[in-house]
């Protein structure tokens, strides 16, 4: 067989082997101050979502990325610095707080605006992501109790415990259905909608 046959069969199996299902499990593994998961969550979640979301599709967000804990918790250290940690442990509350999966989702790409924001400044973005809070109807009263209890903790050392059954190697990573695979991560950075939608059937509208 020509060797170009060759390889045009092989991206073909390779595409039409992702097993398709009626429902999808997809693990978002991020960090609050990280520019490559902001560029994924603003950039390719939040648009996918509003046809991603007709669909059964289960999907969970680990704020932690390649943190540490220390002394059963009461220390963590972050890529990016203690900033980045509360913050870890802010969206890790807030989105404990949100049932809805679209209100996650927008209540993400807000936080993430923010955070990372350049033209916000510093003082300001703690105020700033309260109202992120309110916007997916949560109370903020109710995440600074979250903040300031062992449920802040323990829920971050939950994210990391997620984390690292993957142990990843970049952050954003994306997991489905419990296994990484490193080609669809590749293909979910830079078309995620598009890589979901792989696993339904019929695929996406």
């Known amino acids: 067989m020509n060797p170009i046959y060759s390889i045009i069969a092989l991206i073909y199996c390779f595409y ?7 429902s999808v499990d997809v693990k978002i593994f991020f960090e609050a ?16 979502w509003k046809d991603l979301s007709k669909h059964d599709i289960e999907i969970s967000f680990i704020p932690f990325g390649k943190a540490m804990s220390f002394d059963d918790g009461d220390h963590f250290v972050c890529q990016h610095g203690d900033d980045e940690c509360y913050k870890n442990k802010i969206m890790s509350c807030a989105l404990n ?15 993430m605006d923010i955070f990372t924001s350049r033209r916000i400044p510093r003082r300001q973005k703690h105020d700033a992501s309260k109202q992120c809070v309110k916007n997916a109807d949560v109370e903020w009263h109710a995440v600074e109790d979250c ?15 997620e984390t ?4 990843p190697s970049f952050i954003p990573t994306i ?3 419990g296994v990484f695979n490193q080609t669809l991560q590749d293909r979910s950075l830079y078309n995620f909608k598009k890589t979901a939608c792989s696993f339904i059937f019929n695929g996406c509208s």
């Open 164 to 167: 690292m059954e993957i142990s």
């Open 33 to 48: 101050l990280c520019p490559d998961s902001r560029h994924f969550i603003i950039n390719q979640l939040h648009p996918a």
């Open 97 to 111: 707080k949100i049932d809805d999966k679209t209100k996650k989702v927008e209540y993400l790409r807000c936080s």
């Open 175 to 177: 997991v489905y259905n």
């Open 16 to 22: 039409n082997s992702v097993p398709v299902v009626e």
């Open 147 to 161: 903040l300031k209890s062992d449920q802040g903790k323990n829920l971050q050392l939950q994210a990391e415990k």
